[in-house]
């Protein structure tokens, strides 16, 4: 790039810049972070580009993340940390699936005991949990009720008021099968105006044994 085409380039407002960065953000609700894809993409061309993406919060607050069994749950926790850390005050959409059931188990203790601390998501949820008044939109895909034992307690005093939109599914290979208890969270949601819920218990050998689906519109 010869230099008077690299000046008009500085020229450009930053509004302009923003405008562009946000128009190449990928058409779904949740982003994966994926680094040839923006918004990771937009800040490994030139400084001013990363300066500008790094300090675009709208760029940064939404994110999907998927895990399973054998994933370093420490190095997802602080590429998500910082992915957050980015978005500002903005409110967030998060989408986040953990496949964590050892098919081999044959209880819920059992399962359990199979799974290494380092793998388990409880330092990932918790750091969602960090943002729970800016949450706007949940998606939670969780492969067992473990998860959500972990997760759903941990909603004791917290508020979400910018809640509008939450769904979660859960799937779990152990009977007895109660829905988890969504009062803490959703009580103080007085913006929330979806609620969906996907609840399926499976044999050990997958097969869908009885499912329970509900949506509701408020």
């Known amino acids: ?112 005991a199979q799974i290494p601390e380092w793998m388990k998501p409880t330092p990932l949820l918790e750091l969602f949990l960090l943002a729970v008044q800016r949450w706007e939109t949940i998606k939670l895909n969780f492969s067992c009720r473990y998860e959500a034992s972990m997760l759903l307690p941990h909603f004791g005093g917290k508020q979400a008021p910018m809640l509008r939109r939450f769904e979660l599914r859960l799937i779990s290979p152990f009977p007895p099968f109660r829905s988890p208890d969504l009062s803490p969270v959703l009580g103080e949601s007085s913006s929330l105006g979806v609620l969906a819920i996907s609840l399926t218990v499976c044999s050990h050998a997958w097969g869908v044994v009885s499912s329970e689906r509900s949506s509701l519109v408020l």
């Open 1 to 112: 790039m010869d230099f008077k085409a690299s000046s008009a380039l500085h020229r450009v407002p930053l509004e302009i810049w923003t405008n562009i960065f946000l128009d190449c953000l990928p058409d779904r609700r949740f982003i994966t972070p994926n680094s040839v894809a923006a918004p990771l993409i937009l800040c490994n061309v030139c400084r001013r580009w990363r300066a500008v993406a790094r300090s675009t919060p709208k760029l940064w607050s939404s994110i999907h993340v998927e895990v399973s069994l054998g994933c370093d749950i420490g190095k997802v926790v602080k590429g998500v940390a910082l992915w957050l850390s980015r978005s500002g005050t903005r409110p967030l959409a998060i989408s986040f699936t953990w496949n964590g059931n050892p098919q081999r188990a044959r209880s819920f203790h059992a399962m359990v």
